[in-house]
């Protein structure tokens, strides 16, 4: 592949749009370049003002084709997670660190590939939007690429999962943050013994954050 200069989403990232602007304004995007061999962009999806933001990754498959978060696999265990903590999914906003799916072609298969840290650099000056847009009041970090996103620097998920961090968001001073593990990693337990427990686990993080609600 071609070397692509990767100057960063924050050219593209238009100043106080609003949800709607932001979200007609991604496709544009030539921040880096995940966006050549993706189908679009996946913005994030949920009300304008939302106290509670899920920041997952990037998209699956299913979600590059759909153009919208969390609708495969891991989305329904998400789903599944936040019914059983409480917490009516309509009433949070969702989004991902990354806005692009990566991936590698296998045959007629495209493999998740995890973001590198330049790809969530590049695509920070959305979640900011979205974190100055939205201003929630407790943000859920899914995962390592995610709390990457959220904090900006490296976390360990299953030391620092499940507690309200001392961090906030650079942007959103008044949100706080809770850390838990991504729903994939639950979602390929499936069918061992390790599921059910990792599965209250992330129920149980999602509970901590609902309860600061
Ligand atoms: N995994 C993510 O992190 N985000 C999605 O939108 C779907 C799967
Ligand atoms: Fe822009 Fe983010 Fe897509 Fe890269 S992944 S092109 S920075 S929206």
Redesign the pocket.
């Known amino acids: 592949m071609a070397e692509f200069a990767r100057p960063g989403a924050e050219q593209w990232v238009p100043d106080d749009a609003g949800l709607d602007g932001l979200r007609a304004a991604a496709p544009d995007c030539r921040g880096c370049e995940l966006y050549r061999d993706a189908t679009q962009v996946?913005f994030g999806s949920g009300p304008d003002r939302a106290r509670l933001m899920l920041v997952?990754?990037?998209?699956?498959d299913?979600?590059d084709k759909a153009g919208e978060?969390?609708?495969?696999p891991?989305?329904r265990l998400l789903a599944d997670a936040l019914a059983a903590a409480g917490v009516r999914a309509e009433d949070a906003y969702?989004t991902?660190a990354v806005k692009h799916f990566r991936f590698e072609e296998r045959g007629k298969r495209r493999l998740h590939k995890s973001p590198a840290v330049a790809h969530i650099e590049a695509c920070h000056p959305w979640l900011d939007a979205e974190f100055r847009t939205v201003r929630p009041d407790v943000v859920v970090a899914?995962?390592a690429?995610?709390a990457r996103g959220v904090l900006g620097r490296t976390v360990r998920v299953l030391a620092e999962r499940g507690r309200v961090l001392d961090e906030r968001p650079a942007v959103a001073p008044e949100a706080r943050v809770v850390l838990t593990v991504?729903?994939?990693a639950v979602l390929r337990l499936r069918g061992k013994p390790e599921f059910d427990p990792e599965f209250d686990g992330l129920v149980a993080d999602l509970r901590t954050a609902a309860d600061l609600l």
């Open positions: 996946v997952g990754e990037q998209p699956g299913s979600e978060p969390f609708v495969g891991a989305g969702v991902n899914l995962g690429t995610a991504h729903p994939s």
